[in-house]
Nanobody, 120 residues
Framework: VQLQASGGGLVQAGGSLRVSCVAS????????MRWYRQAPGKQRELVAD???????NYANSVKGRFTISRDNAKKTVYLQMSSLTPEDTAVYYC???????????????WGQGTQVTVSS
């Protein structure tokens, strides 16, 4: 199983960006999907998560600005980011709880990260 993140880049403050993460490999089902971020010198923090039925949660710092969504058919999770500030600059990592077969437990997998840089 692999998670491949994409869509990061450089954007000006106030701008928008969407990052995506697609899961591939032996996948029977995907439970929660999440986005984390890690800024230089800081710990990795949970930004948003979405359950298999579409329920979402957000960190206070991104509420009202970021939207997490998923396309189960495409095995993809998205993070739409708007009103970006330099404080949003970080490497963004996707994470998903994936079951490879019916009888196996869910296992957490991580994507490789995608850099988001917001200039002032």
């Amino acid at each position: 199983v692999q998670l491949q993140a994409s869509g990061g880049g450089l954007v000006q403050a106030g701008g928008s960006l969407r990052v995506s993460c697609v899961a591939s490999g032996s996948i029977f089902s995907i439970n929660a999907m999440r986005w984390y971020r890690q800024a230089p010198g800081k710990q990795r923090e949970l930004v948003a998560d979405i359950s298999s039925d579409g329920s979402t949660n957000y960190a206070n710092s991104v509420k009202g600005r970021f939207t997490i969504s998923r396309d189960n058919a495409k095995k993809t999770v998205y993070l739409q980011m708007s009103s970006l500030t330099p404080e949003d600059t970080a490497v963004y990592y996707c994470n998903a709880a994936i079951r490879s077969y019916l009888i196996t437990p869910y296992v957490d997998y991580w994507g490789q990260g995608t850099q988001v840089t917001v200039s002032s």
